[in-house]
C-alpha cells in the first residue's frame, strides 16, 4: 500500500535530474561546463561520461 510514497520518491528523483539538467545547461551557456564550480577544474571525460551532469570535480564531490 505504499505506491503513492513511491511515486512521490520516484517524483522527487526526477525533479532532482531535471534541476541537474536545467544546471548542466546554465553551465554550457557559461562555457564552464565540464568544469568544477568549486574551483573550476577540468573534470574528468570519463566522469562525465559517468554522469553527464556531474558540476564538481573528484575532489569536491
Ligand atoms: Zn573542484
Known amino acids: 500500500m505504499s505506491n503513492v510514497q513511491d511515486e512521490s520518491d520516484l517524483l522527487d528523483d526526477v ?21 568544477c564550480e568549486a574551483c573550476g577544474v577540468a573534470i574528468e571525460p570519463r566522469d562525465l ?13
Open 15 to 35: 525533479t532532482r535530474d531535471l534541476d541537474g539538467v536545467e544546471a548542466a545547461l546554465h553551465r554550457l551557456d557559461a562555457g564552464t561546463y565540464g568544469r
Open 49 to 61: 561520461q559517468g554522469d553527464p551532469l556531474v558540476g564538481l570535480c573528484i575532489d569536491h564531490r
